[in-house]
T-cell receptor
């Protein structure tokens, strides 16, 4: 069965640079969620989209933005990167409740 | 504010033993999901419980949702080394957006 696809899997950036993370949900899933998981921490909800519209917002910094496109894939744009942004970023997709997570993008900010 | 507290935080047991992980909150959730996560990988959904008092079984794993939909437990019978991992409970809010609030996690190690 198709799963959530995230790219890239690993990303290394310098401070103050920008990064774009991509998420391709499971086919026919209409909702996408973004989570950030710091080292040794549980995932924290950032933002979600339903049918290409933002549906909820969590602890997402103002430096980050996201959108969902007409093909339902989503992108998380991160600007002015800080050392504290180093984390695993997960995308999850759902259709009707159960959320299925992607493998994550490990972002390292140097 | 941490909405979901899991206990124990760490658990190391011998193969064949039984164990129970608890997930407690003062908040009511519309549903609660249990995930297992391997290092560097995404959480893998194990089960979703929706109804208060609901019990679901997945092979040697038994999940229960509290009557008030504030807490849940995961019981593993005859643990195997392959059960080693991080177990996360996650509650969906009632607002309809369904974003998940994750618990603090329980890291289980099963020793052969």
């Amino acid at each position: 069965a198709a799963g959530v696809i995230q790219s890239p899997r690993h990303l290394i950036k310098e401070k103050r640079e920008t990064a774009t993370l991509k998420c391709y949900p499971i086919p026919r899933h209409d909702t996408v969620y973004w989570y950030q998981q710091g080292p040794g921490q549980d995932p924290q909800f950032l933002i979600s989209f339903y049918e290409k519209m933002q549906s909820d917002k969590g602890s997402i910094p103002d430096r980050f933005s996201a959108q969902q496109f007409s093909d339902y894939h989503s992108e998380l744009n991160m600007s002015s990167l800080e050392l504290g942004d180093s984390a695993l970023y997960f995308c999850a997709s759902s259709s009707g409740g159960k959320q299925f997570f992607g493998p994550g993008t490990r972002l390292t900010v140097l | 504010t941490q909405l979901l507290e899991q206990s124990p935080q760490f658990l190391s047991i011998q193969e064949g033993e039984n164990l129970t992980v608890y997930c407690n909150s003062s908040s009511v959730f519309s549903s609660l999901q249990w995930y297992r996560q391997e290092p560097g990988e995404g959480p893998v959904l194990l089960v979703t419980v929706v109804t208060g008092g609901e019990v679901k079984k997945l092979k040697r794993l038994t999940f229960q949702f509290g009557d008030a939909r504030k807490d849940s437990s995961l019981h593993i019978t005859a643990a195997q080394p392959g059960d080693t991992g991080l177990y996360l409970c996650a509650g969906a809010n009632k607002g309809g957006a369904n974003n998940l609030f994750f618990g603090t996690g329980t890291r289980l190690t099963v020793i052969p």
